[in-house]
């Protein structure tokens, strides 16, 4: 531990090791992801049963269906893009524009979650069990899809560079799939959550 | 090239300055961005809160405090260089495994990739919390020397004891996972680092910020609701309770992802002929302990998001009057508390599991029974929660079922007894003080563990719930359990970690202090308990004086036996440091065939493991692991014992 | 030494020792089983106030009971180890290569299954049997009813921070500060809460139920003596939670009818303004707006 004395540098990083982890990681994560809306549902389920003081959802209280099937088509899109630009990733033909396009979807799904909060939703936080659980639910999701929209950026970002590098230099990008899978890991969740949420809160209110 | 940069690809010839350093992404600019956010962000809050009633019409500013919290969060994660990579990345540049590894103490105080750094943190960092909640204790039992109300008022008593409980488990959760689930894994598997590094970091300076948020509850005027955050109380109390919904919150968080990080690790990243089957059984215990980090953890986030928002933007997620309910809280928080408290278990059995061996000088008996036994405590603490709750006024069908799992539960924790009784059978015993703490844990864990099965009998119940018969039984299993095994751990394996060994006899006495006063300390709470005396009272029959005197200055003997412990540290690896040499122990396992300290990047050749770490009294055995043959070529694939290809 | 050799000494080794463990084991449970059932067992809390406590006390010693050979087992097997099974000096010396043994695991697992079922069956009888609940608080709907829940006396016992208050749905639904209940009757408690979470303990009684708003906790107990009785509150609920205590006595029938028609005279004034009863209670205006 001396404060001068370089590291002994071991052999390069093996890629398939780090590919394992990745995958592996986003597997993990996303059940850590699926505990926590498993959390909402048990709510929704639980509240919806008490109907506490009969509040659960008071006649005023309704979701805008428009915005919900709107934000469920963005996400579903979003992903099916990206799963299109992994596919395009993987055989070796370009992905930028693909990725490029689940971008644009992702961050419409914040936008229109956004504008839902502003102007679409007409009961407030406090309208009830349905309320709070439409409120705290949607929110959480927003902000697990901020790590969806952090992880296609990157893919983007690292495609672009990488495109422009290997062209120069004549060699092969090898990190980005694994990267790819791993990021397709936590779309696909985050696109089964985004249907669940819709059945629930939309749909069987 | 978009390849993974896993080392420093060219070595500087000369160290930096200290200038040169005070400029880059450390602690101390972690702690002025955290002070600058908090502020600017509280200023943001008081602004926004500004269209809420709820904390423009009154003197509430949990909106504020909130999101002060998150802007000290985002401060300090900025000035610790958290963002560095994630902003390179969102640039196209491509990734890397290291970071801020390169020299001396600074590496201590910010980012750094290198697991065992990282370990030593955590370990300062434990030590240091659970030193605070020790002291939160000593004044705890200073107060109940008397029957009423004496030297601290109500308000400030109920906070000591909220943040005893809370700062206890918060640290203890990852008291095992961090320190020397970090440090070991990676050596005990074979490998020369964590699968997520960053990640590995993050955890702990996330756990940090933890502690500190939580004291700054005494500044926000305490909470009042104990470590269990029980609704309505906590939806109603003032500001400190905030401080405990966003600590709670980050080390949910941080734990989440050590267990993620030490699952993926274990998965992937073992060595070749490491086969699961070789696997030392402290890895075994990380593993689980993950497991249940990884799927616990979330849910215990979502409870206290939704406490949260019940605080700040009127949701109604418990209140009965408006559509909520009280049990959603009991629920989801205790679906987290139990498989918690197994967080707090397994890493003890892990523990002793892992020394009983080494020191009985005989192979485990019964690996793949300890190991079916630690999964079968991690399954079924999923199925057991609501024994929390048999008196709450949960469905009353429900009570049978879950006094029948939890009694269950006592099946796989008897096989964790039958494995350590198997491998002592005609053992040749060494007591030296790990293993005097592993057999403490032993007995400990033996009282704790029958009267649990007092508490899971639901007619027993109805008196010892909420009483002292729960304290006395919690403590026995956490502090007698896990903080004996844990402590063990330390006195084994920080020869590996520093190099020096702890003294023997300042152990041996530190122990039997500590053995012997933590036994009087708690023994007599079962019959406080079942005198009818509840929980995190100060005012309690006075009938009960003369065993609440006792028992205060048997925690205050209990609490000078730990300064045994601090005491021994420095004097060991601070003053005297003898060298400990890379063996001391004669231990089989792959970690202590290395030097001591571990050099950096662990192995100068991933080595080829032959045999699980247990192979005592073989007379021909041959050594855990082969360090000679080049197992993994530069640049090029690792290779099996049998010469395929992995 | 050969091999068959050894394993004959390992094998009348291992006869030997488990010999002596056992008979250690034997005697120290033939001396100190009747102790813990007949000596101690007496003193275990609770008592015998109400039929529910006399089946806690029930259920406490036979726990006790099973618990002595459990522990006696593990103590003597450590301490014997411990005695015995130690290197003597400096060297370290290995011990044999033993890695397990499936005939002795697979005793230990049913063994320990069997207890464990046992116990769960010893527990659901206790729970649903004669003691209706054992005192517990079983929610709105008890599954553990007395055999004439009909003719119980209802007490509503209301939790609010700091005080208990008792209300009488069959007595013009007075409340009373006091708990005064009749000796040798069933009765059936409704607890409930009109502001946070606690617990209505009645130590002697046996009764532990917890009073959370919005919710009616249904808790039977018999009292069976004449005596007074200690009410704690058994979860945290803020500040005076220590102090939120009081004493409850049981009384004959005659007793407790004087007492209970004095209150109804004393508190009429009062009873006219409460709210009308119910078995919860939502604060007025019991909508939000949003």
């Known amino acids: ?24 990681g986003a597997r993990l994560f996303a059940s850590a992801m699926a505990f926590v ?125 990488s495109a422009r590098e290997a062209q120069a230099a004549g060699t092969t990008i090898e990190t980005l799939r694994p990267s790819a899978d791993a990021t397709m890991v936590y779309l696909y969740s985050c696109a089964g959550i985004a249907v669940v949420t819709w059945v629930l809160l939309y749909l069987i209110k | 090239m978009s390849t993974i940069e896993s080392t420093p690809t060219t070595t500087p010839t000369k160290a930096p300055t200290f200038r040169e350093q005070l400029v880059g992404f450390h602690l101390i600019w972690g702690v002025v961005l955290a002070a600058v956010g908090y502020f600017v962000c509280h200023w943001l809050g008081t602004k926004v809160g500004g269209h809420i009633d709820s904390q423009s019409a009154t003197d509430q500013d949990d909106l504020a405090v909130f999101f002060g919290f998150l802007g000290a969060t985002l401060g300090w994660l900025i000035g610790l260089g958290f963002f560095n990579y994630p902003l390179s990345r969102m640039l196209g540049r491509p990734a890397s495994l290291v970071e801020g590894e390169e020299y001396g103490v600074w590496r201590y105080f910010r980012l750094c990739t290198d697991h065992k ?55 203890m959760s990852a008291g095992v996972l961090g320190p020397l ?54 939806v109603e109390a003032r500001a400190g309770m905030d401080a405990y919904l966003f600590s ?24 070749p002929g490491m086969y699961w089957n070789r696997i030392p059984v402290f890895v075994w215990g990380m593993l689980t302990t993950s497991i249940l980090a990884v799927l616990a953890a979330p849910v215990l986030f979502a409870a206290l998001y939704m406490a949260a928002l019940d605080r700040t933007v009127e949701t109604t997620f418990f209140l009965a009057s408006n559509g909520g309910s009280p049990f959603l809280w009991d629920n989801l928080f205790w679906f987290f508390g139990h498989p918690e408290v197994y967080i707090l278990a397994l890493p003890g059995f892990g523990i002793v599991l892992e020394i009983l061996p080494v020191f009985a000088r005989k192979p485990l008996w019964g690996y793949r029974v300890a190991v079916a036994g630690m999964f079968g405590v991690a399954l079924l603490s999923f199925m057991v929660w609501q024994h929390h709750l048999f008196v709450s006024g949960i469905n009353a069908n429900l009570r049978p079922f879950y006094m029948f799992t939890t009694e269950l539960i006592s099946i796989p924790t008897g096989i964790i007894f039958l494995i350590g009784m198997g491998t002592l059978w005609r053992a040749r015993i060494r007591f030296t003080v790990p293993m005097l703490f592993a057999l403490a844990f032993f007995f ?130 601070l003053l005297v440091r003898e060298p400990a040499g890379p063996n001391p122990w004669l231990s089989k396992s792959l970690e202590w065939q290395l030097p001591s300290p571990v050099p950096a990047y662990n192995f100068e050749r991933i080595p080829v493991i032959n045999s699980a770490p247990y192979s005592y009294g073989i007379p021909d055995a041959p050594p855990v692991a082969d360090f000679g043959k080049p197992a993994v070529l530069p640049g090029g694939p690792a290779i099996t014992p049998e010469g395929g290809v992995i | 030494m050969s091999a068959v050799g050894a394993a004959a000494n390992g094998a009348g080794a291992d006869v030997r020792h488990g010999r002596r463990i056992l008979i250690i084991w034997v005697i120290a449970n033939v001396i100190l089983v009747p102790i813990v059932i007949w000596v101690v067992g007496p003193h275990i809390p609770p008592y015998h106030a109400s039929r529910q406590s006399t089946e806690q006390h029930n259920v406490n010693v036979v726990l006790t009971a099973l618990a002595t050979p459990v522990l006696l087992m593990i103590w003597v097997y450590f301490g014997y180890s411990i005695a015995v099974f130690r290197q003597r000096g400096a060297e370290v010396v290995d011990g044999p290569p033993l890695e397990g043994d499936p005939r002795i695991q697979i005793t230990w697992l049913v063994a ?142 005659a007793a407790f009818n004087t007492w209970i028609a004095q209150a109804r005279v004393r508190y009429r004034g009062v009873t006219k303004q409460l709210p009308p009863y119910s078995h919860v209670y939502y604060p007025v205006p019991d909508q939000r707006a949003s």
């Open chain 1, 1 to 24: 531990m001396s404060a001068s004395a370089a590291p002994v540098v071991p052999e390069p990083e093996d890629p398939r090791l780090v590919a394992a982890n990745l995958v592996v």
């Open chain 1, 37 to 161: 809306f498993m959390s909402f549902v048990f709510a929704f389920f639980y509240l919806k049963a008490v109907d506490s003081n009969g509040m659960w959802r008071p006649a005023h209280v309704s979701p805008p269906q428009g915005y919900g099937i709107a934000i469920l088509i963005c996400i579903l899109a979003a992903a099916a893009a990206f799963e299109l630009a992994r596919r395009g990733l993987a055989s070796g033909t370009g992905s930028v524009s693909m990725l490029a396009l689940a971008l644009g979807l992702s961050v419409a799904v914040v936008v229109l979650q956004l504008i839902e909060y502003l102007a679409g939703v007409d009961f407030g936080a406090d309208g009830g069990g349905y309320a709070s659980v439409f409120y705290g639910w949607t929110a959480m999701f927003l902000a697990f899809w901020l790590g969806a929209v952090y992880s296609v950026e990157t893919l983007l970002a690292t495609s672009m560079r």
């Open chain 2, 117 to 171: 750094v990282v370990a030593i943190q955590y370990f300062v960092a434990v030590l240091f919390f659970f030193g605070v909640g020790g002291l939160n204790a000593m004044l705890i039992r200073g107060e109940l020397t008397s029957d009423n109300a004496t030297f601290i008022p109500a308000g400030n008593y109920l906070t000591l004891v909220s943040l005893h409980g809370t700062m206890m488990l918060m640290m």
């Open chain 2, 181 to 234: 689930g970090n440090y070991l894994v990676p050596l005990m598997i074979g490998a020369r680092r964590m699968a997520f590094p960053r990640v590995e970091s993050l955890t702990l300076w996330l756990t940090v910020l933890a502690g500190f948020v939580l004291i700054s509850a005494i500044f926000l005027g305490g909470f009042p609701t104990g470590w269990t955050g029980y609704v309505p109380l906590s």
């Open chain 2, 248 to 271: 709670f919150a980050l080390i949910g968080i941080s734990l989440c992802l050590v267990g993620l990080n030490i699952i993926a690790t274990v998965m992937t990243m073992r060595a």
């Open chain 2, 444 to 573: 400990n864990f033996l009282i704790g563990g029958l009267s649990g099965v007092y508490l899971s009998d639901v007619p027993s119940d109805v008196t010892t719930h909420g009483s002292y018969f729960v304290m006395a039984h919690f403590h026995y299993t956490i502090m007698g359990g896990l903080v004996f095994a844990t402590i063990g751990g330390f006195y084994y394996w920080l020869p590996k970690i520093t190099g020096y060994k702890l003294d023997e006899t300042l152990g041996k006495i530190h122990f039997w202090m500590m053995f012997i006063f933590f036994n009087l300390t708690f023994f007599p709470l079962f019959a406080a308990g079942l005198l009818g005396m509840p929980r995190r009272v100060s005012n309690y029959n006075p009938s009960l004086h003369a065993l609440n005197v006792f028992v205060s200055i048997s925690a205050w003997c209990l609490g000078l036996s730990l300064l045994g412990l601090l005491a021994n540290i420095v004097w060991t690896q």
């Open chain 3, 112 to 253: 320990t299954t069997a207890i464990v079922l046992a116990l769960a069956v010893y527990g659901t009888v206790g729970l649903l049997g004669s003691s209706n609940g054992a005192g517990g608080g079983q929610g709105p709907t008890p599954l553990a009813k007395p055999a004439n829940a009909a003719g119980a006396l209802q007490v509503q016992v209301i939790g609010q921070q700091w005080m208990w208050t008792f209300r009488w749905p069959g007595y013009g639904g007075v409340e009373t500060p006091y708990l005064v209940l009749p000796v040798n009757r069933e009765v059936e408690f409704h607890v409930t809460s009109i502001d946070v979470a606690h617990s209505f303990w009645a130590y002697e009684l046996g009764v532990k139920a917890d009073a959370i708003p919005g919710n009616d906790n249904v808790a039977f107990v018999k009292p069976t003596q004449v005596r007074s009785f200690q009410i704690r509150c058994a979860e945290l609920c803020g500040l005076w939670h220590g102090h939120m205590n009081t004493t409850g006595r049981v009384v004959r029938q």
